[in-house]
């Protein structure tokens, strides 16, 4: 038996895909709207925490690894710092420029450019830009998921034990 | 020395040399520019990043484009930081839960 009672886990049930999508959205609209990988990353991290808080750190823990959830921080973290050194790899007039913006006005995938003073929103522009929010936020995600739920399963191991 | 050693001194040195020619090809720090100039008695830098943030990156939210092209810098070492936390939090608290 964990977690608090039983409407408080209904209404987690029903409010986490929201809070889920919401986030997402938060992190791919990251070179459109206002937020980012930080910002849309915390968001889907505390609906994390909300599972954690209402079904109980052990319930979670039964779920999921806080080693499945290291991976997916250190593949966040890969990731960033393999698209800034795309900069390096690739070169622009015989020099290479660490977190250079490689695919923006290019023909490659986020390659559309936009005029100057635009506010129509297309998705497929900025570069890197988009693929490092992605990264960021899968890594903001896991980072702060893992802190949670291995604070409140120690706390719990804890107060099980009686020390 | 071990070979763990001069492996780490040698990537250490390679990641030293990246950030010195980083470093080299900047813009001065507070540029107010001449007198004449467009941006007089005011800070360059963010007037250019306002005016061409759009054209150079491609993205219409300018402070994502600061945050991870611009100054991309900052957002490598906010990352470092949260996985210095993620794995001290891990190191403590997994002897403490078993």
Redesign the interface.
């Known amino acids: 038996m964990s977690g608090m009672s039983k409407i408080v886990k209904t209404i987690t049930s029903i409010a986490f895909p929201f809070v889920m999508i919401y986030g997402l959205y938060v992190i791919l609209h990251?070179?459109?709207?206002?937020g980012?990988?930080?910002q849309g990353g915390a968001v889907v991290a505390s609906a994390c925490a909300m599972i954690v808080v209402a079904f109980g750190s052990i319930w979670t823990m039964k779920k999921i690894k806080?080693n499945q959830l290291?991976i997916l921080?250190s593949i966040g973290?890969i990731g960033?710092?393999v698209f800034?050194f795309l900069g390096?790899i690739i070169l622009f007039d015989n020099s290479g420029?660490?977190?250079k913006?490689v695919f923006?006005?290019s023909v490659y995938l986020?390659?559309?450019?936009?005029?100057?003073?635009?506010?129509?929103?297309n998705i497929n522009?900025?570069?890197?830009?988009p693929l490092?929010?992605i990264a960021?936020g899968l890594?903001?995600i896991?980072?702060l998921f893992?802190?949670v739920l291995?604070?409140a399963?120690?706390s719990n191991?804890?107060k099980e034990r009686g020390d | 020395m071990t070979m763990r050693n001069a492996a780490g001194v040698i990537f250490f040195a390679i990641v030293a040399v990246f950030f010195i020619f980083s470093i080299l090809s900047l813009h001065p720090f507070g540029d107010f520019g001449e007198e004449g100039d467009k941006y007089y008695l005011e800070p360059k830098m963010d007037d250019y990043i306002i005016d061409n943030a759009q054209n150079e990156t491609g993205a219409n939210n300018a402070v994502t484009s600061v945050v991870f092209d611009y100054r991309g810098f900052d957002t490598l070492g906010e990352a470092t930081v949260l996985f210095t936390a993620v794995a001290g939090v891990i190191l403590i608290f997994r002897r403490l839960g078993k």
């Open positions: 990251g070179h459109l709207t206002p980012g990988g930080f806080e290291s921080e973290a960033f710092i800034a390096l420029i660490f977190f913006n923006a006005n986020f390659g559309q450019s936009v005029e100057y003073a635009s506010t129509t929103a522009t900025a570069g890197t830009l490092m929010n960021v890594k903001v896991a980072g893992v802190i291995v604070m399963y120690a191991k804890i």
